[in-house]
Protein backbone atom coordinates (compact mmCIF):
# COMPACT_ATOMS: atom_id res chain seq x y z
CA UNK A 1 0.00 0.00 0.00
CA UNK A 2 0.53 3.82 -0.07
CA UNK A 3 2.47 4.81 2.47
CA UNK A 4 3.00 8.79 3.63
CA UNK A 5 5.03 10.13 6.22
CA UNK A 6 4.86 13.18 8.00
CA UNK A 7 7.98 14.74 10.45
CA UNK A 8 7.41 15.51 13.29
CA UNK A 9 4.71 13.92 14.91
CA UNK A 10 4.44 16.70 17.91
CA UNK A 11 5.88 19.92 18.34
CA UNK A 12 5.85 22.12 21.00
CA UNK A 13 7.42 25.62 20.36
CA UNK A 14 7.00 29.13 21.75
CA UNK A 15 4.91 31.78 20.49
CA UNK A 16 6.52 33.92 17.34
CA UNK A 17 8.67 30.75 16.16
CA UNK A 18 8.01 29.10 13.24
CA UNK A 19 7.41 25.48 12.51
CA UNK A 20 8.41 23.16 9.70
CA UNK A 21 6.41 20.08 9.02
CA UNK A 22 7.51 17.62 6.82
CA UNK A 23 5.34 15.28 4.22
CA UNK A 24 6.45 12.62 2.48
CA UNK A 25 4.98 9.84 0.09
CA UNK A 26 7.36 7.20 0.81
CA UNK A 27 6.92 4.64 -1.85
CA UNK A 28 5.26 6.52 -4.52
CA UNK A 29 5.14 9.92 -6.57
CA UNK A 30 2.71 11.95 -5.83
CA UNK A 31 1.49 14.71 -8.02
CA UNK A 32 -0.39 16.41 -5.62
CA UNK A 33 -0.05 17.04 -2.31
CA UNK A 34 -2.84 18.54 0.70
CA UNK A 35 -2.79 20.27 3.81
CA UNK A 36 -5.25 20.07 6.55
CA UNK A 37 -5.76 21.26 9.75
CA UNK A 38 -8.22 19.86 11.97
CA UNK A 39 -9.03 21.65 15.66
CA UNK A 40 -10.18 19.39 18.57
CA UNK A 41 -13.83 17.25 17.90
CA UNK A 42 -13.95 19.08 14.61
CA UNK A 43 -13.66 17.81 10.85
CA UNK A 44 -10.66 18.37 8.37
CA UNK A 45 -10.50 21.32 6.65
CA UNK A 46 -8.42 21.91 3.58
CA UNK A 47 -5.38 24.75 3.44
CA UNK A 48 -4.12 24.26 0.67
CA UNK A 49 -2.99 21.91 -2.37
CA UNK A 50 0.47 21.91 -3.74
CA UNK A 51 1.75 20.73 -7.01
CA UNK A 52 5.14 19.86 -7.52
CA UNK A 53 7.22 22.40 -8.29
CA UNK A 54 4.85 25.32 -8.55
CA UNK A 55 3.34 27.81 -6.45
CA UNK A 56 0.51 26.41 -3.46
CA UNK A 57 -3.06 26.91 -3.96
CA UNK A 58 -4.80 28.13 -0.87
CA UNK A 59 -8.06 27.90 0.45
CA UNK A 60 -9.67 31.09 1.30
CA UNK A 61 -9.21 32.21 4.64
CA UNK A 62 -6.08 31.06 5.16
CA UNK A 63 -2.94 32.84 4.66
CA UNK A 64 -0.33 32.20 2.22
CA UNK A 65 2.74 34.27 4.09
CA UNK A 66 1.72 32.44 7.64
CA UNK A 67 1.53 29.13 6.09
CA UNK A 68 4.35 28.39 3.64
CA UNK A 69 4.01 25.15 1.32
CA UNK A 70 7.14 24.06 -0.36
CA UNK A 71 6.70 21.07 -2.82
CA UNK A 72 10.09 20.17 -3.65
CA UNK A 73 9.81 16.92 -5.21
CA UNK A 74 7.74 14.57 -5.95
CA UNK A 75 7.61 12.73 -2.23
CA UNK A 76 8.30 16.19 -0.44
CA UNK A 77 5.90 18.89 0.73
CA UNK A 78 6.77 21.18 3.53
CA UNK A 79 4.39 23.03 5.75
CA UNK A 80 6.11 26.05 7.79
CA UNK A 81 4.16 27.92 10.36
CA UNK A 82 5.44 31.47 10.19
CA UNK A 83 5.44 33.25 13.59
CA UNK A 84 3.00 30.94 15.22
CA UNK A 85 0.57 31.61 17.80
CA UNK A 86 -1.46 29.64 20.20
CA UNK A 87 -4.45 29.68 17.67
CA UNK A 88 -2.45 28.30 15.61
CA UNK A 89 -2.27 25.24 17.77
CA UNK A 90 -4.04 22.39 15.77
CA UNK A 91 -2.99 19.02 14.00
CA UNK A 92 -2.06 19.19 10.69
CA UNK A 93 -2.21 16.32 8.69
CA UNK A 94 -0.88 15.74 5.12
CA UNK A 95 -1.87 13.95 1.84
CA UNK A 96 -0.61 12.53 -0.99
CA UNK A 97 -2.14 11.69 -4.55
CA UNK A 98 -0.87 9.46 -6.88
CA UNK A 99 -1.55 9.92 -10.48
CA UNK A 100 -3.55 12.41 -12.33
CA UNK A 101 -6.79 10.05 -12.37
CA UNK A 102 -9.48 11.39 -10.34
CA UNK A 103 -10.83 8.29 -9.10
CA UNK A 104 -7.32 7.84 -6.88
CA UNK A 105 -7.59 8.29 -3.58
CA UNK A 106 -5.83 10.66 -1.11
CA UNK A 107 -3.49 8.50 1.52
CA UNK A 108 -2.90 10.43 4.51
CA UNK A 109 -0.03 11.03 6.58
CA UNK A 110 -0.64 10.03 10.63
CA UNK A 111 -0.76 14.19 11.53
CA UNK A 112 1.28 16.73 13.62
CA UNK A 113 0.18 17.99 16.28
CA UNK A 114 1.71 21.59 17.12
CA UNK A 115 1.33 23.31 20.36
CA UNK A 116 2.18 26.74 20.71
CA UNK A 117 2.91 28.22 24.05
CA UNK B 1 -16.02 25.30 3.07
CA UNK B 2 -17.42 22.03 4.89
CA UNK B 3 -19.96 20.88 2.02
CA UNK B 4 -20.55 17.41 4.34
CA UNK B 5 -23.14 17.30 6.68
CA UNK B 6 -23.10 13.78 8.58
CA UNK B 7 -25.74 12.68 11.00
CA UNK B 8 -26.02 11.40 13.37
CA UNK B 9 -22.76 13.65 15.37
CA UNK B 10 -22.92 10.93 17.60
CA UNK B 11 -23.58 7.48 17.57
CA UNK B 12 -23.58 4.50 20.34
CA UNK B 13 -24.35 1.02 20.20
CA UNK B 14 -23.94 -2.31 21.79
CA UNK B 15 -21.12 -4.52 20.42
CA UNK B 16 -22.91 -6.72 17.61
CA UNK B 17 -25.14 -4.23 16.05
CA UNK B 18 -25.26 -2.07 12.98
CA UNK B 19 -24.51 0.89 12.81
CA UNK B 20 -25.39 3.45 9.84
CA UNK B 21 -24.25 7.28 9.17
CA UNK B 22 -25.31 9.03 6.79
CA UNK B 23 -23.67 12.19 4.65
CA UNK B 24 -25.17 14.72 2.46
CA UNK B 25 -23.50 16.91 0.05
CA UNK B 26 -24.10 19.83 -2.08
CA UNK B 27 -22.44 19.75 -5.65
CA UNK B 28 -21.46 17.27 -8.09
CA UNK B 29 -18.99 14.79 -7.60
CA UNK B 30 -16.49 12.38 -8.94
CA UNK B 31 -16.53 10.42 -5.90
CA UNK B 32 -17.38 9.97 -2.40
CA UNK B 33 -14.85 8.13 0.20
CA UNK B 34 -15.44 7.24 3.77
CA UNK B 35 -12.43 7.31 6.06
CA UNK B 36 -12.41 6.18 9.59
CA UNK B 37 -9.95 8.37 12.70
CA UNK B 38 -9.49 7.51 16.03
CA UNK B 39 -8.83 9.96 18.24
CA UNK B 40 -5.49 12.20 17.75
CA UNK B 41 -4.64 9.89 14.72
CA UNK B 42 -4.54 10.35 11.16
CA UNK B 43 -6.91 8.97 8.47
CA UNK B 44 -7.57 5.66 7.59
CA UNK B 45 -9.29 5.33 4.07
CA UNK B 46 -12.19 2.92 4.28
CA UNK B 47 -13.97 3.00 0.86
CA UNK B 48 -14.56 4.83 -2.03
CA UNK B 49 -17.39 5.01 -4.78
CA UNK B 50 -17.62 6.72 -7.85
CA UNK B 51 -20.55 8.31 -8.97
CA UNK B 52 -21.45 6.30 -11.51
CA UNK B 53 -22.11 3.37 -8.61
CA UNK B 54 -24.54 3.01 -5.85
CA UNK B 55 -23.28 0.54 -4.05
CA UNK B 56 -19.93 -0.71 -2.58
CA UNK B 57 -19.32 -3.29 -0.33
CA UNK B 58 -15.59 -4.34 1.99
CA UNK B 59 -15.95 -7.14 4.50
CA UNK B 60 -18.17 -5.56 7.30
CA UNK B 61 -18.84 -2.02 5.11
CA UNK B 62 -21.76 -1.18 3.07
CA UNK B 63 -21.90 2.07 1.40
CA UNK B 64 -24.50 3.63 -0.76
CA UNK B 65 -24.82 6.61 -2.83
CA UNK B 66 -28.05 8.56 -4.17
CA UNK B 67 -26.62 11.11 -6.28
CA UNK B 68 -30.00 12.08 -6.94
CA UNK B 69 -30.60 12.70 -3.35
CA UNK B 70 -26.67 13.84 -3.01
CA UNK B 71 -26.30 11.72 -0.14
CA UNK B 72 -24.39 8.32 1.07
CA UNK B 73 -24.59 6.41 3.90
CA UNK B 74 -21.73 4.15 5.53
CA UNK B 75 -23.32 0.46 7.52
CA UNK B 76 -20.78 -1.60 9.42
CA UNK B 77 -22.25 -4.65 10.25
CA UNK B 78 -21.79 -7.07 13.25
CA UNK B 79 -19.82 -3.73 14.81
CA UNK B 80 -16.98 -4.23 17.54
CA UNK B 81 -15.45 -2.71 20.25
CA UNK B 82 -12.77 -1.94 17.78
CA UNK B 83 -14.86 0.07 15.38
CA UNK B 84 -14.95 3.19 17.96
CA UNK B 85 -13.86 6.23 16.44
CA UNK B 86 -14.96 8.92 14.13
CA UNK B 87 -15.75 8.32 10.71
CA UNK B 88 -15.81 10.99 7.79
CA UNK B 89 -16.92 11.17 4.34
CA UNK B 90 -15.04 13.03 2.29
CA UNK B 91 -16.33 14.28 -1.45
CA UNK B 92 -14.28 14.80 -4.59
CA UNK B 93 -15.96 17.25 -6.61
CA UNK B 94 -15.71 17.44 -10.53
CA UNK B 95 -14.14 21.02 -10.94
CA UNK B 96 -11.06 19.32 -9.12
CA UNK B 97 -9.57 16.72 -7.22
CA UNK B 98 -9.48 17.85 -3.90
CA UNK B 99 -11.66 16.56 -0.84
CA UNK B 100 -14.46 18.09 1.03
CA UNK B 101 -14.70 16.61 4.59
CA UNK B 102 -18.29 16.24 6.57
CA UNK B 103 -18.65 17.01 9.84
CA UNK B 104 -17.80 13.04 10.81
CA UNK B 105 -19.62 10.79 13.34
CA UNK B 106 -18.16 9.95 16.43
CA UNK B 107 -18.72 6.08 16.93
CA UNK B 108 -18.96 3.88 20.57
CA UNK B 109 -19.34 0.88 20.42
CA UNK B 110 -19.53 -0.98 24.12
CA UNK B 111 -18.59 -4.23 24.84
Not at chain 1, 56 to 64: F, H, I, L, S
Not at chain 1, 79 to 95: G, K, N, R, W
Request: proline share 3%; net charge neutral; charged share 20%.
Amino acid sequence: GAVVSQHPSWVICKSGTSVKIECRSLDFQATTMFWYRQFPKQSLMLMATSNEGSKATYEQGVEKDKFLINHASLTLSTLTVTSAHPEDSSFYICSAKRGFLSYNEQFFGPGTRLTVL
Amino acid sequence: SQQGEEDPQALSIQEGENATMNCSYKTSINNLQWYRQNSGRGLVHLILIRSNEREKHSGRLRVTLDTSKKSSSLLITASRAADTASYFCATEETSGSRLTFGEGTQLTVNP
